[in-house]
């Protein structure tokens, strides 16, 4: 593993393979179920959809680890060993989702999923837009224009691509954003490294083992409301392989 310092190791936290591998699997599950339904148009499961979680094991684990023990390595320790944790959890999970699935009301798990997406994911959006109007209002307002006017753009270009490649555009000609390939490179994964570091990781990560479970309970609850969110469209995911 390269030289993690202070300023970075947060970055390095999170720059994993997680989410990447996370979307080709359930790009498999999509594929495999429209083959099974003889359809070509199924819903998509979301890899990473927890930034609840996500929010919680940083600034409640391993941000006051950081702090407490001033040594960006053990703190990376306790990143490790807390996921490992976590998805250790998702993993049992797996074994009573179809039960508890079959006994709780749709409407519960669904009005989770609700809630998250109309107060974080809205809201938040919103803060960013308005935080920098003159950047993100233009963009905004081609992205509505697109999603709910209508609008369709030349040689039927998804509404949401002109936005994200024309606000890149326009964000780098008002001089908000620019390219840095600087940090661009091959890194290899050291698992026999990585292994090492989880296992320092668990002694350090035990006092925090009462943020830890809620919060990877609350984990697979979620995914469980994705699947059930697909179930309702008439997409039977298996909650288990989820």
């Given at each position: 593993?390269?030289?993690?310092?202070?300023?970075?190791?947060?970055?390095?936290?999170?720059?994993?393979?997680?989410?990447?591998?996370?979307?080709?699997?359930?790009?498999?599950?999509?594929?495999?179920?429209?083959?099974?339904?003889?359809?070509?148009?199924?819903?998509?499961?979301?890899?990473?959809?927890?930034?609840?979680?996500?929010?919680?094991?940083?600034?409640g684990v391993i941000t006051p680890l950081s702090y407490a023990i001033d040594d960006p390595y053990l703190a990376w320790s306790a990143a490790l060993a807390a996921t490992f944790?976590?998805?250790?959890?998702?993993?049992?999970?797996?074994?009573?989702?179809?039960?508890?699935?079959?006994?709780?009301?749709?409407?519960?798990?669904?009005?989770?999923?609700?809630?998250?997406?109309?107060?974080?994911?809205?809201?938040?959006?919103?803060?960013?837009?308005y935080g920098d109007p003159i950047l993100g209002l233009p963009i905004f307002g081609v992205a509505m224009v697109g999603l709910f006017g209508g609008y369709l753009f030349p040689?039927?270009?998804?509404?949401?691509?002109?936005?994200?490649?024309?606000?890149?555009?326009?964000?780098?000609?008002?001089?908000?954003?620019?390219?840095?390939?600087?940090?661009?490179?091959?890194?290899?994964?050291?698992?026999?490294?990585?292994?090492?570091?989880?296992?320092?990781?668990?002694?350090?990560?035990?006092?925090?083992?009462?943020?830890?479970?809620?919060?990877?309970?609350?984990?697979?609850?979620?995914?469980?409301?994705?699947?059930?969110?697909?179930?309702?469209?008439?997409?039977?995911?298996?909650?288990?392989?989820?």
């Open positions: 593993m390269e030289e993690i310092t202070a300023d970075s190791w947060l970055i390095e936290c999170f720059k994993s393979w997680y989410f990447m591998a996370g979307c080709f699997y359930y790009a498999y599950m999509a594929k495999k179920l429209a083959k099974k339904e003889g359809s070509i148009d199924v819903t998509a499961l979301p890899s990473g959809v927890s930034t609840t979680a996500m929010f919680v094991i940083l600034y944790i976590g998805g250790f959890i998702e993993f049992m999970g797996g074994f009573i989702g179809p039960w508890i699935k079959k006994r709780i009301p749709r409407a519960a798990l669904l009005g989770t999923v609700a809630g998250i997406g109309f107060i974080w994911m809205a809201t938040q959006g919103l803060f960013d837009i040689k039927k270009m998804p509404p949401l691509v002109v936005a994200i490649v024309g606000g890149i555009i326009y964000a780098i000609a008002l001089g908000k954003s620019s390219f840095d390939f600087t940090s661009v490179g091959f890194y290899i994964p050291n698992p026999i490294s990585n292994i090492e570091y989880l296992i320092d990781g668990f002694s350090l990560v035990v006092p925090y083992l009462t943020i830890v479970i809620p919060i990877e309970i609350y984990n697979f609850i979620e995914t469980m409301d994705n699947v059930e969110g697909a179930n309702a469209v008439g997409d039977n995911y298996s909650v288990r392989e989820a």
